[in-house]
């Protein structure tokens, strides 16, 4: 049972170009999030979904775009990446929703040159 | 949406002594009041969360009051060890918002 797993951990952008962060939970859970942790922020929730096919937004999901195909996939994609967007992004998921545990990935350290 | 606020930024306490972190919400709908923490370079870790119906909880050396009518919550770490240093998130949720809001955090030095 590998619990939330994030890929890549560390990640070099420039300016306008696109990636996207992969995100898997082997847990059959329901509920899943990504947050991105700035400094003196906490963490702001970008999109989360509540099932399979079942997106929506969170705090701030400008720039970001999610798709939920599977139980087990969710992965947040940068359209054009900027320098805003440099920060360290956490995927996290729980059984059922948000009156539960987060299970939190190791996280994504994305610079923006 | 719901706003969350916690205070202190920075909390440096001798080793043995107690810490307190507070944190106020604003949306009397929310009922669920989780406690997470990061240690440098990790992932946040869920240490003690609460429940609206709940007053108080407690675990070993931590703890947890909430006041629902002044919309305040707490974490109370008694006989703090140097490996309590770490940063600490309060956060508020109700289930139908289907979103978790996270305090700022709360950095806790423990001086051996």
């Known amino acids: 049972n590998a619990g939330v797993t994030q890929t890549p951990k560390f990640q070099v952008l420039k300016t306008g170009q696109s990636m996207t962060l992969q995100c898997a939970q082997d847990?059959?859970?329901?509920?899943m999030s990504w947050y991105r942790q700035d400094p003196g922020m906490g963490l702001r929730l970008i999109h989360y979904?509540?099932?399979?096919?079942?997106?929506d937004q969170g705090e701030v999901p400008n720039g970001y775009n999610v798709s939920r195909s599977t139980t087990e996939d969710f992965p947040l994609r940068l359209l054009s990446a900027a320098p805003s967007q440099t920060s360290v992004y956490f995927c996290?998921?729980?059984?059922?929703?948000?009156?539960?545990?987060?299970?939190f990935g190791s996280g994504t350290q994305l610079s923006v040159l | 949406g719901e706003n969350v606020e916690q205070h202190p930024s920075t909390l440096s306490v001798q080793e043995g002594d107690s810490a307190v972190i507070k944190c106020t919400y604003s949306?009397?709908?929310?009922?669920?009041f989780p406690w997470y923490k990061q240690e440098l370079g990790k992932r946040p870790q869920l240490i003690i969360d609460?429940?609206?119906?709940?007053g108080e909880k407690k675990d070993q050396r931590i703890a947890v009051t909430l006041n629902k009518t002044a919309k305040h919550f707490s974490l109370h770490i008694t006989e703090t060890q140097p490996e309590d240093s770490a940063v600490y998130f309060c956060a508020a949720s109700f289930n139908n918002f289907n979103k978790f809001y996270f305090g700022s955090g709360t950095k806790l030095n423990v001086k051996p």
């Open positions: 996290a998921s729980s059984y059922r929703g948000t009156n539960e545990k987060l299970f």
């Open positions: 979904s509540v099932g399979a096919g079942i997106t």
């Open positions: 847990m059959n859970h329901e509920y």
């Open positions: 609460i429940r609206s119906n709940v």
């Open positions: 949306d009397s709908a929310s009922n669920y």
